[in-house]
């Protein structure tokens, strides 16, 4: 079992910048794939980046690729996501989540990941 709190949301103007922070609990959070999901009003969840459990390997949806960073440190049990050039359209309530079950490429769906943390807000607008 690992519980996720997200953090770092916020308003931000477009072309602004944020970094989310996922803590987790748990000593056995370095064993866990972890991902970064999004949910606009109205919209289904969407995946946003991926990252392997030392970190070597990470992956994005198109739709943030070459603005986004997924990153992590196993000593802190933390998971980020630095988030540049900010547009309107990013905005939405951010997740992060852990996986048991799915590790290496396609882990782009939200059923691919049992655990979840409760959501950080992030609005981009002037």
């Known amino acids: 079992q690992v519980q996720l709190v997200e953090s770092g949301g916020g308003l931000v103007q477009p072309g602004g910048s944020l970094r989310l922070s996922c803590a987790a609990s748990?000593?056995?959070?370095?064993?866990?794939?972890m991902g970064w999901f999004r949910q606009a009003p109205g919209k289904e969840r969407e995946f946003v980046a991926h990252i392997s459990t030392g970190g070597g390997v990470s992956y994005y949806a198109d739709s943030v690729k070459g603005r986004f960073t997924i990153s992590r440190d196993n000593a802190k049990r933390t998971v980020y996501l630095q988030m540049n050039s900010l547009k309107p359209e990013d905005t939405a309530v951010y997740y992060c989540?852990?996986?048991?079950?799915?590790?290496?490429?396609?882990?782009?769906?939200?059923?691919?990941?049992?655990?979840w943390g409760q959501g950080t807000q992030v609005t981009v607008s002037s």
């Open positions: 989540a852990a996986t048991t079950t799915c590790s290496g490429a396609g882990c782009y769906g939200t059923a691919a990941y049992n655990y």
């Open positions: 748990g000593r056995t959070f370095r064993s866990y794939p």
